[in-house]
């Protein structure tokens, strides 16, 4: 296995769009988050999939 494929995947869905507070319509992320995923560990790839995951719960309700 390659080292690029045990990285830990984008959410992206190619629906982006930020909205008022900066996060991704599509895959809510941050800007921030989706301008350093390219260069963060898969440790700090998870956390933000953790936020993602408590950001679309809220966007659910």
């Not at 992206?12 to 301008?35: F, H, K, M, P, Y």
């Amino acid at each position: 296995m390659s080292r690029a494929e045990g990285r830990v995947r984008s959410p992206c869905v190619s629906v982006c769009a930020l909205d008022e507070n900066d996060v991704c319509v599509g895959c809510q992320r941050t800007g921030d988050e989706i301008l350093h995923w390219t260069s963060m560990t898969d440790d700090q790839r998870r956390e933000v999939l953790k936020k993602v995951a408590v950001r679309e719960q809220r966007v659910a309700l």
